[in-house]
């Protein structure tokens, strides 16, 4: 991800619902795959949208708005 803010809030969106949804394995796996995929330098946007989407469905909705919205930094400063 190339926000670090988004970055920050994503995976803390991510642990909170894998800590509530414990009992379920569905978002215990996706937040863990998940989490893996942030920690990469730079995703690519075929892996931003789909852990985004994947987050909305199984995870914490708030975590894969933020990284659905993630953008380059030079992106957003032209706009």
Request: charged fraction near 25%; avoid cysteine; charge should be positive.
């Amino acid at each position: 991800m190339y926000n670090k803010e988004y970055k920050k809030i994503a995976k803390v969106f991510i642990i909170i619902s894998m800590v509530l949804k414990a009992i379920l394995i569905i978002p215990l796996v996706m937040g863990i795959i998940t989490l893996k995929q942030i920690e990469k330098k730079y995703m690519t946007e075929e892996d931003k949208t789909l852990m985004g989407i994947l987050n909305i469905l199984f995870g914490s909705t708030i975590a894969g708005i933020f990284i659905l919205v993630d953008k380059p930094i030079k992106d957003l400063s032209e706009s």
